[in-house]
């Protein structure tokens, strides 16, 4: 599968987005929100190289986390229209206003926000503009969640055969293989 260089960044930009929220599994005890506080969203907007964001105040912190909670959404959706009714009202709400750019080093690509837009409606525009390149490409099962029991975390299935089933096969695959593992040397002794 063939995804722009800009697309790619934009689809990497919502997986850590969604991955900000705290654990859901957790049952809210002692799970952390990467995006607590507006120093954290500064931190994501820096560390994501998000242009044209100017200050940042509680009203911007608010907009992102509903933002945040309406992309995990998509990446809960069954089905292609679910997913394309909810990318649909996300980019609307931002006020698309396609442009074509090239800036800080990097070669022509599309910004899908107006300029002057809200760290919100950037977000909401360009991310929403990649998912939607997903499911138009009959991709939208590549939107998952980790199938670590005590994980979740989204990402994009870009293997080539649509495999993937952890978040980090460093991680969170080699952690329930070892266990897996464990568990049948354990019943091998046992029986």
Known sequence: MLIPHDTRIALDTVVDLVNTAPEEDSGGAGATDGLGDIEALYGFVRSHDISGVGDLGNRDLRAVLDVRARFAEVFATPDPRSAADLINQLVAAAG????????????????????????????????????????????????????????????????????????????????????????????????
């Open 96 to 191: 698309t206003t396609p442009q074509l750019t090239d800036h800080d080093g990097y070669d022509w690509h599309v910004h899908y926000f107006a300029p002057g837009a809200s760290v919100a409606d950037h977000l909401a525009a360009d991310c929403g503009m990649a998912l939607a390149f997903m499911v138009v490409a009959g991709e939208q099962e590549r939107l998952r969640r980790c199938e670590a029991p005590d994980c979740g975390h989204a990402f994009v299935d870009l293997s080539r055969n649509r495999s993937r089933r952890y978040c980090d096969s460093r991680t969170c695959g080699n952690r329930l293989h070892v266990a897996a593992y464990r568990a049948r040397r354990k019943e091998a002794a046992a029986g």
